[in-house]
């Protein structure tokens, strides 16, 4: 499951893919779908989108990606520690609503 959150609670878009589907091609149809936007927002991915053109897509589009480079790059870059962190909201999110079938009322 690939998603696009605003927030905790809030989901943008998403797409389910196969388990041996690319998530970094998942992820630029995501973003192509949604778009240049008219002012900055950080864009917070996991590593499994950290890839160049993903970045350059994220950049073009006006994001501000926030993204640890993997330990195998060459020219790593700095990133903002503190935002990454607010990734677990969109991995709690993402629990929730994969979850959502089982609940009981």
Do not use: C
């Not at 790059?73 to 994969?98: G, S």
């Amino acid at each position: 499951m690939h998603l696009v959150a605003a927030d905790a609670r809030t989901a943008i878009t998403f797409a389910l893919s196969p388990g041996q589907a690319s998530d970094a091609v998942e992820g630029r149809q995501l973003l192509g779908g949604i778009g240049p936007l008219p002012a900055p927002l950080y864009l917070i991915m996991d590593q499994a989108y950290e890839d160049n053109t993903t970045l350059q897509l994220a950049l073009d589009f006006g994001y501000l990606p926030v993204i640890p480079p993997r330990h195998n790059r060459l020219e790593p870059w700095l990133y903002d520690k503190a935002m990454y962190r607010k990734r677990n909201e969109v991995e709690r999110f993402t629990r929730y609503i994969t979850d959502w079938e089982f609940r009981e009322y």
